[in-house]
């Protein structure tokens, strides 16, 4: 019986999604970009939908209808590899220099066989439906639209960047919307919307200028002319992982889609014996501590490492589970009451009664889930959106923001984690804002997919006509200055109008005045 009803669910999924054929295409190498793409991939596959996923990262168990098309080993894996000069050369925010790591690089993975393979001979039994495509600054991969000849959805892993804004006819307010990399809340002063707006279209700028030669990568393998504002038009809709719980209210078209927290999972691996045993111990509580998939903490300078030792020595009994990537290059000096290990099963330790605080870098995926299951913060942001993240959850008082590593001092990082273990404020904030970002219509998943498979069915249905219109156009410029010029032309035409007639009145007053001359000396 339970056979049979598996089956009819199946056929039920199926007939309501109309089994489409999505290419997944994620040529970005980070593994935290990756995370949210795996889960949707995984999932549209278990519903019914044949899609094949061009990834860096392997799946072991992949689902049916799930096939992988693989990039592994053709650029420098960041997994575990980012070291503490590399972090502070990033942390600059020089756009050229991301466009050209996260970028061009990236468009450089056209040169691959699989890749290759697919532009010249993409499949048509059955022909693709949709592409689903995390771009970042890598917006030459939106030719495949045009090649295929199918609308894209772009997922964005962060909340929404500004650069984007124009591009896909989105409104952008700077004088309440943060630039992705500004330190402002949503309440900003005179100054502080000044800088805001200055920053924000600078970034826009300097973004579209570094991007916008990607098209000698299309050109070269596709041998069309298309500038990037025009493959843009080939977005039917952006997947977005934001809330407004946590990244604010701002101004989207209804084909802006937020599906923040999409990758966090319920269910997880169960913990490693050492582990679980170390958490059932932690009596007095458990820190978190991990700067993510990338960044190796054993890499920052001595001081820096010393500074966690003494400061997590003070706080014993309470003890912490450190990720390091590479154990054996840590400094020696490990106080008793930190287990440190290359991985750890993050959601599992979240959901441990006795983890009671997360100190992390501000990566956007390990906040959400922090926040899914209640787990208030200490911030140490590194680079890029991290700082506005952290800034989001110190201002709703779940985290504390010690703002950069070189803040990090003993007593510092002593006093944030005081101020999490024990004052209530942190850890009841917390619990409400789990509850207003878990409090949805639609779980994220069920979201995406929905308007995945709406996409579809009715195509460019969701897409801003203003993508249609220039800059200038839709910030209304052209109208602005045909109202100015109108307005100048009349006053100058007044003026005109005026001169003449006060000039008229001057000579008929000379004439008058040496007619009344001429008659005096007759």
């Known amino acids: 019986m339970r056979f049979l009803l598996s089956i009819l669910l199946t056929l039920f999924v199926c007939s309501r999604c109309h ?6 295409l994620f040529p970005l190498n980070g593994r935290s970009h990756w995370a949210m793409g795996e889960q949707l991939m995984i999932n549209l596959a278990k ?24 990039l592994e080993g053709s650029l420098e894996p960041v997994v575990n590899n980012m070291n503490a000069s590399f972090v502070k050369e990033i942390s600059t925010n020089d756009m050229r220099t991301l466009v050209y790591i996260a970028g061009d690089k990236i468009c450089n993975l056209m040169e691959h066989p699989s890749l290759q393979e697919l532009i010249k001979n ?28 199918v609308p894209i959805i772009n997922m964005v892993t962060s909340s929404f960047y500004e650069w984007e804004s124009t591009l896909i006819g989105n409104p952008h307010n700077p004088s309440f919307v943060p630039s992705t990399f500004s330190s402002f809340d949503q309440r900003m002063t005179f100054w502080d919307r000044l800088v805001n707006t200055f920053l924000t279209n600078l970034i826009s700028t300097q973004i579209t200028y570094h991007t916008a030669k990607q098209v000698d990568f299309v050109k070269k393998h596709f041998d069309t002319n298309l500038t990037i504002a025009e493959l843009y038009k080939n977005v039917a809709a952006v997947l977005v992982n934001s809330h407004h719980s946590l990244n604010g209210i701002k101004p989207m078209t209804p084909g802006l889609i937020e599906v923040g927290g999409l990758h966090v999972q319920e269910d997880s691996e169960p913990l490693p014996p050492e582990v679980e045993k170390w958490l059932n111990e932690s009596t007095q509580g458990c820190i978190y501590f991990s700067f993510g998939s990338m960044v190796r903490i054993e890499t920052f300078p001595k ?25 054996e290059d840590l400094l020696p000096g490990l ?57 989001n959850a110190a201002n709703k008082n779940v985290a504390v923001n010690l703002g950069s590593i070189d803040n990090v001092t003993v007593e510092s990082l002593n006093g944030a984690i005081d101020a999490i273990l024990h004052d209530k404020t942190y850890s009841t904030n917390i619990r409400k804002l789990s509850e207003k970002f878990k409090d949805r219509p639609m779980s994220p998943m069920d979201t995406a ?8 069915r009715h195509g460019y249905i969701l897409q801003s006509p203003a993508v249609h219109l220039t800059w200038w156009q839709q910030g209304l410029w052209d109208v602005y200055g045909f109202v100015l010029a109108s307005l100048l032309t009349v006053l100058a035409f007044i003026v005109y109008q005026y001169k003449l007639c006060t000039n008229g009145r001057k000579r008929s007053y000379k004439k008058q005045v040496r007619s009344s001359e001429t008659k005096k000396r007759k």
């Open 303 to 327: 001081p820096v490492i010393e500074t966690f030792y003494q400061a997590f020595e003070k706080i014993a009994p309470v003890r912490v589970l450190m990720k390091i990537p590479k154990t």
């Open 449 to 456: 997919i929905f308007w995945i498979e709406y996409v579809g």
């Open 19 to 24: 089994g489409l054929r999505i290419l997944g």
């Open 122 to 149: 993409p499949p048509k039994d059955p022909p693709y439906d949709l592409i689903v495509v995390e771009l970042f600054v890598a917006p030459c991969f939106l030719i495949f639209g045009t090649h295929l000849k």
């Open 335 to 391: 106080p008793k009451n930190v287990m440190i290990q290359p991985w750890f099963s993050q959601v599992s330790v979240f959901k441990h009664k006795n983890t009671k605080a997360f100190i992390t870098h501000g990566g956007l995926m390990s906040m959400q889930e922090a926040i899914h299951f209640g787990i208030p913060m200490v911030g140490i942001p590194m680079f890029g959106d991290q700082m506005t993240n952290l800034r």
């Open 47 to 70: 519903r019914g939908h044949q899609v094949d996923v061009i990834t860096h990262f392997h799946l072991k168990k992949p689902p049916a209808n799930y096939r992988e098309i693989s």
